[in-house]
Protein backbone atom coordinates (compact mmCIF):
# COMPACT_ATOMS: atom_id res chain seq x y z
CA UNK A 1 0.00 0.00 0.00
CA UNK A 2 1.14 3.27 -1.04
CA UNK A 3 1.11 6.00 1.06
CA UNK A 4 2.20 10.17 0.78
CA UNK A 5 2.41 11.91 4.00
CA UNK A 6 2.90 16.08 4.20
CA UNK A 7 3.89 17.98 6.72
CA UNK A 8 4.87 21.39 7.39
CA UNK A 9 1.63 23.35 6.73
CA UNK A 10 0.44 25.98 9.72
CA UNK A 11 -0.66 29.39 9.99
CA UNK A 12 1.75 32.33 9.61
CA UNK A 13 1.77 35.97 8.91
CA UNK A 14 2.32 37.32 5.61
CA UNK A 15 5.74 37.86 4.67
CA UNK A 16 6.66 34.85 6.34
CA UNK A 17 8.17 31.63 5.72
CA UNK A 18 7.06 27.94 5.89
CA UNK A 19 8.74 24.46 4.33
CA UNK A 20 6.06 21.72 3.69
CA UNK A 21 7.47 17.98 2.98
CA UNK A 22 5.77 15.18 1.96
CA UNK A 23 7.49 11.48 2.16
CA UNK A 24 6.26 8.56 -0.22
CA UNK A 25 5.92 5.01 1.63
CA UNK A 26 5.40 1.44 0.60
CA UNK A 27 6.17 -0.90 -2.40
CA UNK A 28 7.41 2.04 -4.26
CA UNK A 29 9.21 1.72 -7.61
CA UNK A 30 11.45 4.43 -8.89
CA UNK A 31 9.37 7.75 -9.09
CA UNK A 32 9.15 9.59 -11.85
CA UNK A 33 7.51 13.32 -11.23
CA UNK A 34 6.53 14.78 -7.91
CA UNK A 35 4.81 17.97 -7.08
CA UNK A 36 2.27 20.18 -5.41
CA UNK A 37 -0.80 21.53 -5.95
CA UNK A 38 -3.17 23.55 -3.57
CA UNK A 39 -6.89 24.50 -3.41
CA UNK A 40 -8.07 27.20 -2.08
CA UNK A 41 -11.50 27.70 -0.84
CA UNK A 42 -13.74 28.41 -3.41
CA UNK A 43 -11.20 27.91 -6.29
CA UNK A 44 -10.06 25.02 -8.53
CA UNK A 45 -7.17 23.12 -7.91
CA UNK A 46 -4.10 24.43 -9.03
CA UNK A 47 -0.41 23.15 -9.96
CA UNK A 48 2.05 24.85 -7.77
CA UNK A 49 5.37 23.02 -8.67
CA UNK A 50 6.58 20.20 -9.93
CA UNK A 51 9.86 18.29 -10.51
CA UNK A 52 11.16 15.26 -12.25
CA UNK A 53 13.43 12.96 -10.90
CA UNK A 54 16.41 14.65 -12.58
CA UNK A 55 15.90 17.93 -10.93
CA UNK A 56 13.91 19.76 -13.65
CA UNK A 57 11.40 21.71 -12.08
CA UNK A 58 8.24 24.04 -13.61
CA UNK A 59 6.54 26.80 -11.21
CA UNK A 60 3.52 28.72 -11.57
CA UNK A 61 3.48 31.99 -12.30
CA UNK A 62 2.26 33.55 -9.15
CA UNK A 63 5.09 31.68 -6.90
CA UNK A 64 7.73 32.20 -9.42
CA UNK A 65 10.67 33.49 -6.85
CA UNK A 66 9.22 32.54 -3.91
CA UNK A 67 8.69 29.38 -3.66
CA UNK A 68 11.48 26.00 -4.15
CA UNK A 69 10.57 22.71 -4.60
CA UNK A 70 13.43 20.67 -4.67
CA UNK A 71 13.98 16.45 -3.71
CA UNK A 72 15.68 13.86 -2.22
CA UNK A 73 15.27 10.69 -4.16
CA UNK A 74 16.70 8.60 -1.42
CA UNK A 75 14.44 9.58 0.79
CA UNK A 76 11.09 9.48 -1.50
CA UNK A 77 10.31 12.93 -0.39
CA UNK A 78 9.79 16.22 -1.99
CA UNK A 79 10.07 19.62 -0.20
CA UNK A 80 8.42 22.94 -0.81
CA UNK A 81 10.18 26.02 0.14
CA UNK A 82 7.80 29.00 0.79
CA UNK A 83 9.27 32.36 0.96
CA UNK A 84 7.25 35.86 1.16
CA UNK A 85 3.79 34.31 1.72
CA UNK A 86 0.60 36.35 1.14
CA UNK A 87 -2.77 35.78 1.67
CA UNK A 88 -3.48 34.42 -1.31
CA UNK A 89 -1.05 31.45 -0.90
CA UNK A 90 -3.81 30.43 1.37
CA UNK A 91 -4.74 26.91 0.71
CA UNK A 92 -5.04 23.70 1.32
CA UNK A 93 -1.68 21.89 0.13
CA UNK A 94 -1.77 18.73 -1.41
CA UNK A 95 1.63 16.46 -2.77
CA UNK A 96 1.25 13.52 -5.15
CA UNK A 97 3.81 11.67 -6.66
CA UNK A 98 4.03 9.16 -10.01
CA UNK A 99 5.21 6.08 -10.56
CA UNK A 100 2.61 3.53 -12.00
CA UNK A 101 -0.12 6.63 -11.56
CA UNK A 102 -0.90 9.43 -9.60
CA UNK A 103 -0.42 9.28 -5.89
CA UNK A 104 -1.95 12.32 -3.64
CA UNK A 105 -1.06 12.87 -0.06
CA UNK A 106 -4.36 13.82 2.02
CA UNK A 107 -3.17 17.63 2.37
CA UNK A 108 -1.86 20.00 4.61
CA UNK A 109 -3.54 23.85 5.58
CA UNK A 110 -1.19 26.43 5.03
CA UNK A 111 -3.26 29.81 6.45
CA UNK A 112 -1.47 33.06 5.88
CA UNK A 113 -3.04 36.07 7.61
CA UNK A 114 -2.68 40.12 7.11
Known amino acids: QVRLVESGGGLVQAGGSLRLSCTAS????????MGWYRQAPGKQRELVADISSSGNTNYADSVKGRFTISRDNNKNTVYLEMNTLNTEDTALYYC????????WGQGTQVTVSA
Open 96 to 103: YAEFYGRY
Open 26 to 33: GNIPRINN
